[in-house]
């Protein structure tokens, strides 16, 4: 087999660096050894993708790559002729890009993601934290006097969760306007409407008024939340995105449990307030999502090129992270995504074939499993926790120890599954894991054991379901190749996931006090489901790797056992060596 060597040149070094220069050249045939380029310090040419090397004598690490199971479909050719910077070159292959060099240091990817975790995800679970923050405390004034004040049935309370998310599913297709205006823009936009809408709760007088803008504040947060996990693809790896996923997803659980010491705080304050107890509770839980969104507009980039927060060799080097795996398309990593034709931004070909994936389906449905627990339990749990014997304080205050273990557990189960790349067997895990805490609660409460039997149950429930909603979401992610088809196959997600609140937000009536037996039952049952659906998908794309590996050992081979070297074979290979994550 020929053997493939590049030549690194550099033009006006130093002169103890000329011997090296002479013998410097890099083997493709099982070399193991690094090759050094110190950069010229009389070069500052830079293109708009380069790396720009500005320090005389400093060092970066050259090494030849193992081809990945993912290669980007697009590589800007004209853009890697000059990504080495300066006069540094390769020959004679001049398109060696990103893909078969690293032109950074581990520690300065090191930097950049630190930056990015810091800056970025901490700032969106924050808002996602403000975001359940304001869809749930309905649960906690119910219990501190709007049910009273009103004159609320049952059934009209869960006409009031309901409500809320038929216009969350209705809008569940907004998570595609990620790719169609600015994110910081369009970001700002969502937390103010919703937090106004949240604010407006502690003035409404009737039944009537309360929907509306129950109804309302539906669709603002619909436009947020589902959508994150997909920005926050524009930033990260696949192998990163679970950690960063669980961050943002564990500001529910954070939320839930703040919520409740809120509540509790609240409500006893609101005992000497000129206001009833609840106006209060949503009018101060309300306005800190209006100031949110002022900072969020300075705040949020709209893609790692945009990122304030980076230096401007950070900035290209999180785009480099990315052009590598093909993490992102052109319109995520363009200044400006308006500018970026909409044929480009939105491939409407992927988007029909990721309706027709059987694959979206199953993950929708053990989506859908998840929620019919995930948003149910929050906006019950007050009330179950009373009607165990408790009183309404104590209720707000036994309502946070749950959710703080789901926090914990959720940044613990995200990080290893990206430390080892799988999701299908943690997702079983912790539906299992769920579904014995609901069936702890059933059981005992059938057998009218006491309440500290049904409040243990409550535990494994939460850190179950909060878990296995974040791990099914990033699996989503994982296993779509482009924009267009996250886009889509999150709003698939959503849409038919969603739908799980309408069943979920009815299964704890007044009728079936204080026990529940039915409701936990019905949502121990879904977790068995979400256990199967995580295994059968596993099966599933395990086999579908299997033959996309068979295949792409048949095509590399080819007649006479040849590799071929031609860059383009590369690139119109990448979609068949895109591997699923197990």
């Known amino acids: 087999m020929p053997t493939s060597r590049y030549t690194a040149v550099q033009t006006n070094a130093n002169h103890d660096t000329m011997d090296d220069r002479q013998n410097g050249s890099i ?20 293109d708009e993708d380069g790396l720009e090397m500005s320090e005389a004598g400093q060092s970066f690490k050259m090494k030849r790559l193992i081809p990945e199971p993912i290669i980007s479909p697009t590589v800007d050719e004209d853009a890697d002729d000059e990504e080495i910077g300066g006069d540094t070159r390769l020959r004679p292959l001049r ?37 359940f923050l304001d869809r749930s405390n309905i ?124 509540a509790w705080a609240i409500t006893k304050m609101g005992r000497a307030a000129p206001i009833a107890s609840w106006r209060l509770l949503f009018l101060i839980e309300g306005f800190p999502s209006i100031v949110a969104a002022v900072f969020a507009w300075s705040q949020i980039p709209d893609n790692p090129k945009t990122a304030r927060f980076l230096s401007p060799r950070q900035r290209k080097i999180a785009k480099l992270r990315l052009r590598k795996e093909g993490s992102a398309g052109d319109a995520a990593l363009s200044d400006n995504p308006a500018e970026v ?8 070909k992927e988007v029909l074939q990721t309706l027709l994936d059987p694959k979206c389906y199953l993950t929708a449905i053990m ?37 703080l273990v789901a926090f914990v557990v959720v940044l613990i189960t995200a990080y290893l ?11 079983a895990l912790h539906a299992l894991l769920a579904a014995s805490g609901y069936t702890l609660i059933a059981a005992t409460g059938a057998a009218r054991w006491s309440a500290s039997w049904r409040y243990l149950g409550i535990y494994p429930a939460t850190a179950g ?31 038919i996931g969603q739908c799980g609140p309408l069943l979920g937000t009815r299964l704890y009536p007044d009728t079936d006090k204080p026990y529940f037996v ?33 295949s792409l050992t048949e095509d590399l081979v080819g007649g006479e056992g040849t590799t071929p070297l031609v860059d383009g074979f590369a690139r119109g290979m990448s979609k068949r060596q895109f591997m699923y994550i197990l």
């Not at 034709?341 to 409407?348: D, G, S, T, V, Y």
């Not at 989506?367 to 149910?376: D, I, K, R, T």
């Not at 878990?467 to 698939?492: F, H």
């Not at 936990?520 to 068995?528: G, V």
């Open 139 to 262: 649960g906690n004034a119910r219990i501190a006097g709007l049910a009273q004040d009103l004159r609320l049935t049952g059934a009209q309370y869960e006409w009031l969760l309901t409500a809320f998310y038929i216009t969350y599913i209705l809008f569940e297709w907004m998570t595609l306007m990620y790719r169609l205006v600015p994110p910081h823009i369009y970001i700002s936009l969502c937390v103010l409407s919703w937090g106004v809408l949240a604010s407006l709760q502690s003035v409404t007088t009737s039944f009537a008024t309360l929907l509306f803008i129950r109804a309302l504040l539906g669709i603002g947060e619909a436009a947020f939340g589902p959508g994150v996990p997909f920005y926050l693809s524009f930033f990260y790896r696949r192998n990163e995105l679970a950690f960063r996923t669980g961050l943002f997803i564990s500001a529910a659980p954070l939320a839930t449990s703040f919520a409740s010491s809120l």
């Open 367 to 403: 989506f859908f499993s998840c929620n019919v627990a995930f948003s149910s339990l929050p906006v019950f749990l007050p009330t179950i926790i009373k009607d165990m014997g408790y009183s309404s304080l104590s209720s707000q205050a036994l309502s946070a120890p749950p959710y």
């Open 465 to 495: 379901f909060f878990s296995a909603v974040t791990l099914i979401i990033t699996w989503t992610i994982n296993n779509q190749e482009s924009d267009s088809k996250k886009g889509t196959g999150m709003a698939m997600l959503n849409i």
């Open 518 to 550: 039915k409701g936990m039952s019905i949502c121990a049952a879904f977790m068995l489901f979400v256990f199967a659906g995580a295994i059968g998908l596993r099966v599933v794309l395990k086999k579908a790797n299997a033959q996309k590996s068979r």
């Open 341 to 348: 034709p909409a044929k480009e931004r939105i491939n409407f």
């Open 417 to 427: 599954s990206d430390r080892t790349s799988n999701r299908g067997l943690f997702i």
């Open 95 to 131: 398109r060696a890009s990103a893909q078969s060099f690293e032109l950074y240091t581990p520690d300065e990817e090191k930097a950049v993601i630190y930056k990015l975790d810091r800056r970025l995800v901490l700032f969106m679970a924050l808002l996602y934290l403000l975001s």
């Open 27 to 46: 083997s493709s045939q099982g070399s193991s050894e690094d090759a050094r380029l110190t950069p010229d310090t009389d070069s500052k040419e830079e």
